[in-house]
DNA sequence: CATCCCAGCACAAAGGTTTGTGCTAAAAAT
DNA sequence: ATTTTTAGCACAAACCTTTGTGCTGGGATG
């Protein structure tokens, strides 16, 4: 069926080896007759030769591929840094096998073990992270990996990150700022390093003012779509109900949004919102979104960055911790209580 | 470094093939005893073995991986299709190399080269549309391949479309019913099918009622967002602006939207829009957007069905090719120029 | 007792590459 | 004329599987 070097070899009466050696420009270094070489590389040419790259892979232990585990493509955000990380790989030399987790950690064990028998050279993970035995495992292994998104602060390993204290200490301090003291969070996946750090942030920003903390605003459990839109619901419902919510990603301010229209409340009139994730859409919604955007760009390109000098420097090169700093973005979703106009600072960030 | 059918031959004191054929179920087939079965199985457990894809993938000229073959997974409708796809592969045993083409023609054809080295069992392309040799290519090899969102007529291979040009009439058919005759079409990539389709359901509304074809007002060449801001900055400032625009799609739409914002024009009332691809935000954006939503859900499920039925029947399954109906969801980003009033049809559809 | 059968496994090839080593013939050196 | 060098290439192993075929020893059969 398809050509191969030994059909290469027959057509030009060479050895299989040879073939081999001037196809991979080593024709200097074994001293092959330029002749040879020109004959060799036109019947290649003319017979539309394909080096097949599982031979390749399997002799050379090498598949110039790597494994990109993500909790769901179809979030904006990661969609986003997914492209930005095929495009640099690509351009290094290396194709992505993609996988979605779902957020479901025996999903995520399950891919990473399927990656690992494809033989890729090296992992990208955002993981789901409430488990981490089967990411240790590949460290021990000495595997290349690289930490996006989330993180184990216990990990010696590459990472990528925001400092997502920060970024959430800035948007509730924000509220504040702007006389709001009933404020809510709608919480991602409990127990992982994102939501562990935003909640943190908020809670800093509260206490820092003397705000009491009040458990009833916060709520919420994973980062879904579906979790913004019950628990805004459920939070428009309380005694005191909240005059702000922070939502902690893109897909809960989408339910929440939702949540909000659907009970015919406008923002930021009746209830401010400061979401995470500055999506592309955020300055042309009901109400332009005050954001905390992550440098996603940045993101994507150091994580391949990572990744490959690890994978070339066989093991000797040191692991980073990188934390990258978040940005507020002011828009209008947030209503200034001391002045009872729209967002005080009206900066408009047309993104 | 990694444990082999070899290592666990040697502990166990049987052959590479004895292992192999325990390992893939076939002891009874082979007649194999049920002690070296359970002995063989026990240490493979112990020792903590992981099959080599790549060897099994150069023995069995199958690597149960299927190249997916998109323009921008960062846009939010490729992103949702891609992450169906995902998991409909997933689940049926094959794993998904992701590559990017930015709609870029000559990236197309080299990503679609190195999944052929790299051995996929199948393809599943949304192509850019401009060339068509390179596929012709995969299927003069008969390589299993389904074409998805965009096609080519005289192609025979299995597709998955959206009837395009019914969505697009039915979008500018609504404009017209709400008095609009001047009517913009902001374009993707010309000579693309969907394009094609989309131009043609405009250019068909139009002549069905007797509106004149204005050149002027068919703008656009390409599928994103700098196309869109750029486009309508221009419509908004010609002679005699148009009181509509039909963005072709999401990318698009949000360029509109940002050009919009910044003349300081307001949705529907300075501007109305019609736009395709029906994102999750459209509901909650500055007017909730009227648009022409694809069966998104459908096309990515039936384009992985359709590939594996073809992988595994080995060239003898018919080549379908289908074309899903698209759904015009009503919102309020349309301006009814009779009643001066919302859309006459107030449906609120909240997604 | 000789023959046959069959359970139970091993051998080796094949799949397409890459690469260390070895071989041959011609040219150069002595 | 004999030895040494070197250009130019071939051989075969190795990577890890899968699989067609063949081998062996023990029990049953005649």
Redesign the interface.
């Known amino acids: 069926m398809a050509i191969t070097l030994k059909d290469i070899a027959e057509k030009t009466n060479c050895s299989v080896s040879t073939v081999s050696r001037v196809l991979n420009n080593k024709s200097k270094e074994f001293r092959i007759s330029e002749e040879t070489e020109r004959l060799i590389i036109e019947t290649a040419r003319k017979l539309n030769y394909?080096?097949?790259?599982?031979?390749r892979?399997?002799r050379l232990k090498k598949?110039h591929?790597i494994g990109?585990v993500v909790p769901?493509?179809?979030?904006?955000f990661f969609?986003?840094v997914?492209?930005l990380i095929?495009?640099y790989a690509?351009n290094s030399g290396y194709?992505?096998?993609?996988?979605?987790t779902?957020e479901d950690i025996e999903l995520e064990i399950q891919?990473i073990?399927?990656l690992?028998?494809?033989?890729v050279d090296g992992y990208i993970i955002l993981p789901v992270g409430t488990k981490q035995e089967h990411i240790n495992e590949l460290l021990t292994h000495n595997k290349p990996l690289v930490l996006l998104d989330r993180i184990f602060h216990d990990m010696n390993t590459n990472a990528v990150v925001v400092d997502n204290r920060k970024g959430a200490y800035q948007a509730v301090k924000h509220l504040i700022d702007n006389g709001h003291k009933r404020i809510a969070i709608i919480q991602g996946l409990r127990n992982t390093s994102t939501n562990n750090a935003r909640l943190g942030g908020y809670v800093d920003a509260l206490k820092d003012n003397s705000i009491p903390i009040d458990e009833r605003l916060m709520v919420g459990n994973d980062f879904r779509?579906e979790n913004g839109y019950i628990e805004t619901k459920l939070l428009l419902k309380i005694e005191e109900p909240p005059t702000a919510i922070f939502t902690t990603s893109d897909l809960i301010t989408?339910g929440t949004?939702?949540a909000i229209?659907?009970e015919g409340k406008t923002i930021p009139k009746d209830v401010s919102i400061v979401a995470f994730d500055d999506?592309?859409?955020a300055?042309?919604?009901?109400a332009p979104l005050t954001s905390v955007r992550q440098p996603r760009d940045l993101m994507g390109q150091i994580a391949v960055k990572l990744l490959i000098d690890d994978i070339e420097s066989t093991g000797t090169s040191k692991k980073e911790k990188l934390v990258l700093d978040p940005k507020l973005i002011l828009r209008k979703s947030v209503f200034n209580l001391y002045s009872h106009k729209d967002e005080f600072s009206a900066v408009y960030s047309?993104?």
């Open positions: 394909r080096p097949n790259e599982l031979a892979g399997l598949s591929t990109l769901d493509i179809s979030n904006p969609a986003y997914s492209h095929q495009r690509y194709s992505l096998i993609l996988c979605n779902d891919q073990e399927l690992r028998r494809k033989g779509k989408l949004l939702q229209a659907e999506i592309d859409y300055p042309y919604l009901m047309g993104y």
